[in-house]
């Protein structure tokens, strides 16, 4: 079982990213998935999070209109479309396993918004 996260990076505030978790090894399609990051000195924050089926998403208040979830259960990918970016933004993200409670976690992903 595991979830490899990648598409981080160095972007400009107001631009865009996007993250891919690839998962492996277990039944994707069973599970709701979750996206959270955690900044430097904070504890890790829940971002967002979709159903099994793609059907229902849920965002926290400070990314709301501008970061979307979605899923592909054919490729077992989850995925965190980040548009207009903010500093605040800045963080480590991570997929886990769940739409909440993760029981399984990725390595990470570093996202740096700075000009």
């Known amino acids: 079982e595991q979830l490899v996260e990648s598409g981080g990076g160095l972007v400009q505030p107001g631009g865009s990213l996007t993250l891919s978790c690839q998962a492996s090894?277990?039944?994707?399609?069973?599970?709701?998935m979750s996206w959270y990051r955690q900044a430097p000195g904070k504890e890790r924050e829940l971002v967002a999070q979709i159903s099994h089926d793609g059907r229902e998403v849920n965002y926290v208040e400070s990314v709301k209109g501008r970061f979307t979830i979605s899923r592909d259960n054919t490729k077992k990918v989850v995925a965190l479309q980040m548009d207009n970016v903010k500093p605040e933004d800045t963080a480590v993200y991570y997929c886990?396993?769940?739409?909440?409670?993760?029981?399984?976690w990725g390595q990470g992903t570093q996202v740096t918004v700075s000009s």
């Open positions: 886990g396993r769940k739409w909440k409670g993760s029981d399984l």
């Open positions: 090894g277990f039944s994707f399609n069973r599970y709701g």
